[in-house]
């Protein structure tokens, strides 16, 4: 059975920061591309950042590139999401997915086969 568990979500103050954990079990972590969506009320799903299955190749939305980092350890099955200078536009529930095919666009839901729970943040002004 894979699961997904996201942490780290909470409150914090406009130009903060949080880091986001996604820990991954019952399946072969090495093998999945990892990547975090997020979600704001009210608003689809929208992608955030990817890393492949060994971390030398990762994507960011134009959003949250230069203020984020996605990064994974294989040895202990969790990807991780750095997240700084934090606005109010990045409240959201954020959630990790993983996918083993490399066939489709990183930036589409339907793309990956597992997902978690998500985990929020929000970010006050």
């Known amino acids: 059975q894979v699961q997904l568990v996201e942490s780290g979500g909470g409150l914090v103050q406009a130009g903060g920061s949080l880091r986001l954990s996604c820990q991954a079990s019952g399946l072969t972590f090495g093998a999945y591309a990892m990547v975090w969506f997020r979600q704001a009320t009210g608003k689809e799903r929208e992608f955030v950042a990817f890393?492949?299955?060994?971390?030398?190749?990762?994507d960011y939305a134009h959003s949250v590139k230069g203020r984020f980092t996605i990064s994974r350890d294989n040895a202990r099955n969790w990807v991780s999401l750095q997240m700084n200078s934090l606005s109010p536009e990045d409240t959201a529930i954020y959630y990790c997915?993983?996918?083993?095919?490399?066939?489709?666009?990183?930036?589409?839901?339907?793309?990956?086969?597992?997902w978690g729970q998500g985990t929020q943040v929000t970010v006050s002004s």
């Open positions: 997915a993983a996918r083993r095919s490399t066939a489709n666009t990183i930036l589409r839901v339907s793309s990956y086969d597992y």
């Open positions: 890393i492949n299955w060994n971390g030398g190749s990762t």
